[in-house]
């Protein structure tokens, strides 16, 4: 079936310029994540949706960043006034209901901020 | 959030056990403990999840001690394409932000 799907695969974009990326979770799949990776470190973990709702956005690095889902589906991450610093692979996962379940990944979008 | 310690990388050949050992002293009663797996331009896939003793499937095996301290993740007879980088995480249910730290890259030789 399909998994989870991330558009663009790669996005190079200007400094001071704002970018959107998009995630289509698996259907079905109640709970969505996005998380950041830095060229050979771990993920951090930026924000999660439980539906529509975000219950927790401490994790987005800065209020340039902001994230919406709507109809329980499909979520973009905006970063504005991108910064040489928000470059890097931006990761999407779905998972059924709990955060328990197994999380199933996008293979992400890398933004390379010139 | 429970803090994990996993080495850094370790190396094998095709054909061996590889056994990567996490430690989680500060374990709560309810986490849960989950291993995934990475390769290079790609998100991270679910490789196995378990609480206590041991659980297998198809890819691996998962053993969990008493204390459940630490959990080792064993994949039987690796080959060139097991090459990754492998990361522990341990979280209660309703965790939702787990911590993928910097995991054990796991180099497969001929």
Same mark, same amino acid.
Not at chain 1, 3 to 16: A, F, L, M, R
Not at chain 1, 27 to 49: K, M, V
């Given at each position: 079936?399909?998994?989870?799907?991330?558009?663009?695969?790669?996005?190079?974009?200007?400094?001071?310029?704002?970018? #959107?990326?998009?995630?289509?979770?698996?259907?079905?799949?109640?709970?969505?994540?996005?998380?950041?990776?830095?060229?050979?470190?771990?993920?951090?973990?930026?924000?999660?949706?439980?539906?529509?709702?975000?219950?927790?956005?401490?994790?987005?690095?800065?209020?340039?960043?902001?994230?919406?889902?709507?109809?329980?589906?499909?979520?973009?991450?905006?970063?504005?006034?991108?910064?040489? #610093?928000?470059?890097?692979?931006?990761?999407?996962?779905?998972?059924?209901?709990?955060?328990?379940?197994?999380?199933?990944?996008?293979?992400?979008?890398?933004?390379?901020?010139? | 959030?429970?803090?994990?310690?996993?080495?850094?990388?370790?190396?094998?050949?095709? !054909?061996?056990?590889?056994?990567?050992? %996490?430690?989680?002293?500060?374990?709560?009663?309810?986490?849960?403990?989950?291993?995934?797996?990475?390769?290079?331009?790609? !998100?991270?896939?679910?490789?196995?999840?378990?609480?206590?003793?041991?659980?297998?499937?198809?890819?691996?095996?998962?053993?969990?001690?008493?204390?459940?301290?630490?959990?080792?993740?064993?994949?039987?007879?690796?080959?060139?394409?097991?090459?990754?980088?492998?990361? %522990?995480?341990?979280?209660?249910?309703?965790?939702?932000?787990?911590?993928? !730290?910097?995991?054990?890259?796991?180099?497969?030789?001929?």
């Amino acid at each position: 079936g399909a998994g989870v799907s991330q558009s663009p695969s790669n996005k190079v974009t200007e400094k001071g310029k704002d970018v #959107e990326l998009r995630c289509d979770p698996i259907s079905g799949h109640t709970a969505l994540y996005w998380y950041r990776q830095s060229l050979g470190q771990g993920l951090e973990f930026l924000i999660y949706f439980q539906g529509n709702s975000a219950p927790d956005k401490s994790g987005l690095p800065s209020d340039r960043f902001s994230a919406e889902r709507t109809g329980g589906s499909v979520s973009t991450l905006t970063i504005q006034r991108t910064q040489q #610093e928000d470059s890097a692979v931006y990761l999407c996962a779905s998972s059924l209901g709990q955060p328990s379940e197994p999380q199933h990944f996008g293979d992400g979008t890398r933004l390379s901020i010139l | 959030l429970a803090k994990t310690t996993q080495p850094i990388s370790m190396d094998s050949y095709e !054909g061996q056990e590889v056994n990567i050992t %996490c430690s989680h002293n500060n374990i709560a009663t309810n986490d849960y403990i989950t291993w995934y797996q990475q390769f290079p331009s790609q !998100g991270p896939r679910f490789i196995i999840q378990g609480y206590k003793t041991k659980v297998t499937n198809e890819v691996a095996s998962l053993f969990i001690p008493a204390d459940r301290k630490s959990s080792t993740l064993s994949l039987p007879r690796v080959s060139l394409s097991d090459t990754a980088v492998y990361y %522990c995480l341990v979280g209660a249910p309703n965790d939702y932000k787990l911590s993928f !730290g910097a995991g054990t890259t796991v180099t497969v030789r001929a």
